[in-house]
């Protein structure tokens, strides 16, 4: 299936009648915590940074489930850092939240922080953008509701992602630009 960028929220046929009252984006929040155990590690006790994209993967899945009600597939993960390690039995957190949506696609924000349980001290670990498309029953996109954006910092993700958006879509063009010549 095929659908324009540019005209975001125009009704899918076939979609639920509410589908374009706007969704707080609060409303998406979902919080994991977790302690990191043997089976997130290597044999250093460090955890693996491919252990952390899952539980990022999951989390912001269910942010995007949330938001709008519907099953979600991965459609891209945009790059991701690592910025301080993770040890056995720290408590990684990982925040995710809908930032903006279009058509059929939510892109979804995550952080993952780690505690020290004993000390108390927190660490960021790494910063996420996600986008999922929201699928229907057949397993085609399907349209999604709008994000309202309530607080001065969730205006500031909805336009961060919106700038997101453009990147992402102008690299996928450029790249099938010259896969076509
Ligand atoms: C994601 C998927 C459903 C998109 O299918 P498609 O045929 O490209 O669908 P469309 O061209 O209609 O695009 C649908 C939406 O996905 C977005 N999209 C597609 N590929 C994308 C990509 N690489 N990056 C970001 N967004 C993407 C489009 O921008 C569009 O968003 P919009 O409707 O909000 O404007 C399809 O590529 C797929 O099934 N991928 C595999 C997903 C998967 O298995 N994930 C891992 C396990 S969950």
Redesign the pocket.
């Given at each position: 299936?095929?659908?324009?960028?540019h005209d975001?929220h125009a009704q899918v046929e076939g979609g639920p009648a509410d589908i374009l009252v706007p969704r707080p984006a609060s409303a998406s929040a979902t919080t994991t915590a977790i302690v990191m155990e043997l089976e997130h590690a290597n044999y250093l006790g460090f955890i693996h940074g491919g252990e952390i994209m899952r539980l990022v993967d999951n989390g912001a899945?269910v942010a995007a489930h949330r938001h709008c009600k519907r099953r979600v597939?991965?459609?891209?993960m945009d790059d991701m850092s690592f910025l301080v390690p993770v040890h056995l039995g720290e408590l990684l957190t990982v925040k995710a939240m809908v930032n903006d949506?279009?058509?059929?696609?939510m892109e979804v924000g995550v952080r993952v922080e780690v505690e020290n349980i004993q000390t108390g001290e927190v660490r960021h670990v790494s910063t996420a953008y996600l986008?999922f498309?929201a699928?229907d029953e057949e397993g085609h996109?399907a349209q999604?509701p709008p994000v309202r954006a309530d607080t001065p910092e969730e205006v500031r993700r909805q336009r961060q992602a919106q700038v997101r958006?453009e990147q992402?879509?102008a690299r996928?063009r450029a790249v099938e630009d010259v896969a076509r010549e």
């Open positions: 299936m095929n659908l324009p960028f975001p899945a597939v991965t459609a891209a949506a279009h058509r059929t696609s986008v498309v699928l996109p999604v958006r992402r879509l996928k």
